[in-house]
């Protein structure tokens, strides 16, 4: 009998310990609950969308969704064996610190037969970018979770045959169409979770409005009053740092179209500030959009220990030569002493047009800043409207205080932002944007920071702190 209760209680132990890595069997168990979440997943149609604001709980609904298809534990559907998946997100990075570190979340370590890696250690994937999860089903055998950034192109998204996509955030309309053809001989499920921050989109159209009467589409809008968990002094807080517009897509994930300034938090009495002598590990990089007839616009950027990024010295000039903007480059980073290699180079980012050739040159612009000392690094982010949704995080973080700086004598940038306004479509203008074009470049490179990376008590620091008191006093 005493050798029963022993193994009864060894038994009550490893339950114990299970659940505390359970995190799924606690989504939405508790007695409050996000009514939109479970309205998402109860839905039977095969095209679902949920348009929400941020942190609204969108992305956690597409994580689970996509887990319990592929352990075979859905509650409120058919469930199968041997399910094969994709997770769809903008880029790699994006993967690894959004829909990734979600699925990994909700994915018991027993549940897992196999991870394979596109970069990383498979033995701690959450710091590495996850090619496919190899995951246990209830019903033997094991399910497949893929992962694809839309910045592969729609040519990697051809071929496969596959149970469900789950889009986190809006991909381009041919990676989408693209995906709509790998679930048609299984009859699988598209669901997409996602902010609308690119306006009238093709989603506002065929998902939003259905303009084809598709009988498989079903959307809900997600708003931050929405989730249960979220604090209603934190929503009213961040409520009042936004416009109008902004607001309309981040907290109720609602289509806009867009007019007027594209940047209008940017505000030149508090965002430009007069040139001060910066520490050297403050040096970060330097961002060129190429010009030859059009100005070139190069910028030298600064990050101090806090994330916060200053902009600090400029180079715009058009008509000019690759050897003219190399010089200038050159002895503008000289004049700051700027970090160079063992070779005396400097770095920097550059549109990824640059590195093609035309028909009447035998090398390319990046080829030609290569051979003068600028190395020049292509692989940046051009897409727009997550360039401009990053630039206004950094114009103005939910505390109302600006993460970017701008040096009084980067004029070029100053009158681009103040000038920088919306087409009469869904775009920018397309002029005074080269300063606009490569400061998303380099915003897009760099991670938010976290925390600080030190805490300095510099007299840089205690200015910065006397600027905040009299900004707050007005």
Not at 286 to 294: A, E, Q
Not at 344 to 350: D, E, K, Q
């Amino acid at each position: 009998m005493n050798e029963l209760v022993q193994k009864i209680k060894a038994i009550e132990r490893e339950q114990s310990r299970r659940a505390q890595f359970d995190t799924l069997a606690r989504y939405n168990a508790g007695r409050v609950k996000h009514k939109k979440q479970l309205a998402f997943h109860k839905c039977r149609k095969r095209n679902r969308w949920v348009f929400g604001g941020n942190r609204s709980g969108k992305t956690e609904c597409g994580a689970v969704e996509a887990v319990w298809m592929a352990r075979g534990i859905h509650p409120y559907r058919k469930n199968r064996s041997g399910v094969f998946g994709w997770v769809v997100s903008l880029t790699a990075q994006v993967q690894r610190d959004v829909a990734q570190k979600k699925i990994l979340h909700y994915l018991r370590p027993d549940w897992i037969a196999d991870i394979v890696m596109q970069s990383g250690r498979k033995d701690n994937p959450a710091a590495g970018v996850v090619d496919q999860i190899v995951i246990k089903n209830v019903f033997g055998g094991t399910s497949v979770i893929g992962f694809k950034s839309c910045d592969q192109g729609r040519e990697r998204f051809q071929g496969s045959s596959l149970d469900f996509v789950w889009f986190d955030e809006e991909p381009p309309r041919d990676v989408y169409e693209e995906c709509l053809m790998r679930v048609i001989d299984k009859e699988g499920d598209i669901f997409g979770t996602m902010t609308p921050l690119k306006g009238l989109t093709f989603a506002y159209e065929e998902i939003y409005l259905n303009r084809r009467n598709n009988p498989e589409i079903w959307y809900e809008f997600m708003e931050w009053s929405d989730n249960p968990y979220l604090s209603k002094k934190e929503i009213a807080l961040l409520g009042s740092t936004m416009d109008e517009t902004t607001l309309q897509s981040r907290r109720y994930g609602r289509f806009s179209s867009r007019e007027g300034l594209v940047y209008p938090e940017f505000d030149e009495s508090v965002h430009v500030i007069e040139p001060f002598s910066l520490p050297p590990a403050w040096q970060d990089q330097i961002s060129i959009d190429p010009g030859l007839r059009n100005p070139l616009s190069a910028h030298w950027y600064a990050v101090d220990y806090d994330g916060n990024v200053y902009v600090v010295a400029e180079h715009y000039t058009a008509g000019k030569d690759v050897d003219y903007h190399a010089r200038a480059i050159h002895e503008i980073s000289r004049r700051l002493d700027w970090k160079r290699d063992a070779k005396g180079r400097v770095s920097a980012l550059i549109d990824s047009a640059a590195g093609q050739r035309t028909l009447a040159a035998s090398k390319s612009v990046s080829e030609l800043f290569y051979e003068r000392g600028i190395l020049v690094n292509t692989n940046v982010n051009k897409d727009l409207f997550s360039g401009i949704a990053q630039v206004k995080s950094y114009l103005n973080r939910k505390n109302g205080l600006p993460d970017l700086y701008i040096f009084s004598n980067c004029a070029n940038m100053i009158r681009e932002l103040k000038s920088y306004f919306w087409g009469s479509g869904e775009n920018p203008e397309k002029k005074d944007d080269h300063a606009m074009d490569e400061l998303r470049y380099y915003l897009m490179t760099r991670p938010r920071p976290s925390e600080p990376a030190a805490p300095p008590a510099s007299e840089v620091r205690r200015d910065k702190e006397r600027r905040i008191r009299r900004l707050r006093r007005r």
